[in-house]
T-cell receptor, first 115, second 118 residues
């Protein structure tokens, strides 16, 4: 597709369940980023991929959070044993290595609600 | 470590007037980039403008301009001739351009909600 695609757009789950959020970046974009945005707040960095490797995963809040990227394209963010504080919008972005500004192109986000 | 500070939680402006949204930053990196994004109520993040730390001129993109004052570590966004559609949350962000690279995570501020009145 033309833009960054995220699924699901909305996910409601019960505390303790595992969830998977998917991101399909813009074709040809080598860098992929996951951010989290709580209601009315700024964006909190989670993890950054360059190709399939993650040179910066410093923002993952706990070992319940993990992410992988395969084929230099699609990425999955997994949250195990979800907690209510995990409720947020999870934003994925991608960028093209070597572009002039390297701006991030964002998807529309996956809204996670943990009951 | 990098830090972005946006001290204005909310701003109001009359339609057709200009408005300045403040952003200050802190970094020890000699080379860095500064970004502004707009987030309407729909939630999408829209890239507006970019300023490199070594750029001699202030960046401009249509009605958007970036007032870059390096010594004061400020990168204020100026929106001229405000329109009702400019009502949104605005985020300032920065990235270390280590080794002249143009990729890497952005660190975002807390945002400013702009409301344009008719």
């Amino acid at each position: 597709g033309a833009g960054v695609s995220q699924s699901p757009s909305n996910k409601v789950t019960e505390k303790g369940k595992d969830v998977e959020l998917r991101c399909d970046p813009i074709s040809g974009h080598t860098a992929l980023y996951w951010y989290r945005q709580s209601l009315g707040q700024g964006l909190e960095f989670l993890i950054y991929f360059q190709g399939n490797s993650a040179p910066d995963k410093s923002g993952l809040p706990s070992d319940r959070f993990s992410a992988e990227r395969t084929g230099g394209s699609v990425s999955t963010l997994t949250i195990q044993r979800t907690q209510q504080e995990d409720s947020a919008v999870y934003l994925c972005a991608s960028s093209f290595y070597g572009s002039g500004t390297g701006e991030l192109f964002f998807g529309e986000g996956s809204r996670l609600t943990v009951l | 470590a990098q830090k972005i500070t946006q001290t204005q939680p909310g701003m109001f402006v009359q339609e057709k007037e200009a408005v300045t949204l403040d952003c200050t930053y802190d970094t020890s990196d000699p080379s860095y980039g500064l970004f502004w994004y707009k987030q309407p109520s729909s939630g999408e993040m829209i890239f507006l403008i970019y300023q490199g730390s070594y750029d001699q001129q202030n960046a401009t993109e249509g009605r958007y301009s970036l007032n870059f004052q390096k010594a004061r570590k400020s990168a204020n966004l100026v929106i001229s001739a405000s329109q009702l559609g400019d009502s949104a949350m605005y985020f300032c962000a920065m990235r270390a351009n280590a080794g002249g690279t143009s990729y890497g995570k952005l660190t975002f501020g807390q945002g400013t909600i702009l409301t344009v009145h008719p």
